[in-house]
T-cell receptor, first 114, second 113 residues
Framework: GNSVTQMEGPVTLSEEAFLTINCTYTATGYPSLFWYVQYPGEGLQLLLKATKADDKGSNKGFEATYRKETTSFHLEKGSVQVSDSAVYFCALRAGGTSYGKLTFGQGTILTVHP | DADVTQTPRNRITKTGKRIMLECSQTKGHDRMYWYRQDPGLGLRLIYYSFDVKDINKGEISDGYSVSRQAQAKFSLSLESAIPNQTALYFC????????????FGPGTRLTVL
C-alpha cells in the first residue's frame, strides 16, 4: 500500500537557520507529492506540491524536489522565521483506485525561536 | 467568511453517546473528506465522497458513518462514541477535475470520556 514517512520531530531552530524536513514515500505508479502546513489552532493548508519526477515545488521560501530515484520529497528553507513555527505534513496522492485520496505522513512539529 | 466550516469546534461527550460533526463548504467543490488526526499518526481518512450519490469508506471507517446531504454538506456521525475516538477531526474539500489540492476546515476537537 501507499505510505509516507517523515523525519522524527520535534525540530527546534533559531531564526534564520536552515531547515530540512525529510520525507520518503512508498507508492505504486507515479504519485503526486504535497507538503501541507498546520499553524496552531488551524486546519491544514497546502504549502507546495509536485506532480512528476524532478519537479520542484516552491512557496513562501520553502522548496521541495520530487526525487523518484530516492522516493523522497524533502522540504527545505534557507532561513526560517518565528512565523514558520507549525506542524508540517508530507502527503502523496497515488493514481488508480486511490485517485483523489491523500496519504499523510505523521507530521513534524517545527518551533523557531527568536 | 471561511470557505470550509466545521461545527462544533469543540465537543466533550460520554461513552455511548451519539455525536454528529458537521461540515459545510462554499467553494463549490464536488469532493468532500473526513479525516481524524492523532498525535504521531498524521491524518487518517475516515470517509470520502466524490459527489452527493457517492460515499466511500476510508482506511478507518469502523465506528463512523457519514451523510452527504447536499453538495455543500457532509456530516460525520459516531453512533456510539468510545474513548479511543477522542481526536481532532478535519473535513476537507477538493475539485475533482483540478489539481488535487484539498482545502481543510479548522477542525473539531472531540473528547469522549
Amino acid at each position: 500500500g501507499n505510505s509516507v514517512t517523515q523525519m522524527e520531530g520535534p525540530v527546534t531552530l533559531s531564526e534564520e537557520a536552515f531547515l530540512t524536513i525529510n520525507c520518503t514515500y512508498t507508492a505504486t505508479g507515479y504519485p503526486s507529492l504535497f507538503w501541507y502546513v498546520q499553524y496552531p489552532g488551524e486546519g491544514l493548508q497546502l504549502l507546495l506540491k509536485a506532480t512528476k519526477a524532478d519537479d520542484k515545488g516552491s512557496n513562501k521560501g520553502f522548496e521541495a524536489t520530487y526525487r523518484k530515484e530516492t522516493t523522497s520529497f524533502h522540504l527545505e528553507k534557507g532561513s526560517v522565521q518565528v512565523s514558520d513555527s507549525a506542524v508540517y505534513f508530507c502527503a502523496l496522492r497515488a493514481g488508480g483506485t486511490s485517485y483523489g485520496k491523500l496519504t499523510f505522513g505523521q507530521g513534524t512539529i517545527l518551533t523557531v525561536h527568536p | 467568511d471561511a470557505d470550509v466550516t466545521q461545527t462544533p469546534r469543540n465537543r466533550i461527550t460520554k461513552t455511548g453517546k451519539r455525536i454528529m460533526l458537521e461540515c459545510s463548504q462554499t467553494k463549490g467543490h464536488d469532493r468532500m473528506y473526513w479525516y481524524r488526526q492523532d498525535p504521531g499518526l498524521g491524518l487518517r481518512l475516515i470517509y470520502y465522497s466524490f459527489d452527493v450519490k457517492d460515499i466511500n469508506k476510508g482506511e478507518i471507517s469502523d465506528g463512523y458513518s457519514v451523510s452527504r446531504q447536499a453538495q455543500a454538506k457532509f456530516s460525520l456521525s459516531l453512533e456510539s462514541a468510545i474513548p479511543n475516538q477522542t481526536a481532532l477531526y478535519f473535513c476537507a474539500t477538493s475539485w475533482g477535475t483540478s489539481t488535487d489540492t484539498q482545502y481543510f476546515g479548522p477542525g473539531t476537537r472531540l473528547t469522549v470520556l
